[in-house]
């Protein structure tokens, strides 16, 4: 993870290292389908590719993480800039703009454990 925030120039909060590290041994069932970037570190670029596809405004800067994306149509994603427990927005298909959602030590808490209606 060190090698990775180093490559990155990012730092991530201790509490996303946590839940990388621990996907990296088993998803949680919730979020089986969905795609991870502990595993799939180009979800960002396929973030911009819906954002450009949207004709959206490009919000994401490079310290945001793009941590999560559902189906290709949804993605959520937070700051790496060192913050303990930055804030987690995400952003839907068509939608133009990103939605805060809850911050990162609540979402890696609960989300993981939801069932999924989609």
């Known amino acids: 993870m060190d090698t990775l925030e180093k490559e ?4 991530f909060p201790s509490i996303y290292k ?10 949680p069932k919730a979020l ?4 991870l ?6 979800l ?21 993480v793009v941590f999560m994306m559902h189906q290709g ?10 913050a303990k427990n930055p804030n987690v927005y995400s ?3 068509m939608s133009l703009k990103p939605n805060l959602v809850t911050d990162l030590k609540t979402f890696l ?10």
């Open 8 to 11: 990155l120039n990012l730092t």
């Open 91 to 93: 952003y839907r298909e």
């Open 109 to 118: 808490s609960e989300y993981p454990n939801e069932k999924k209606d989609n």
């Open 44 to 64: 960002k670029e396929w973030a911009l590719e819906l954002l450009e596809e949207d004709d959206a405004e490009i919000f994401l800067t490079e310290k945001d």
């Open 37 to 42: 970037f502990h595993d799939k570190h180009e």
């Open 32 to 35: 089986v389908g969905t795609d």
């Open 18 to 27: 946590k839940f990388y590290l621990e996907c990296l041994k088993a998803v």
């Open 73 to 82: 149509y949804m993605f959520w994603y937070f700051k790496a800039d060192g």
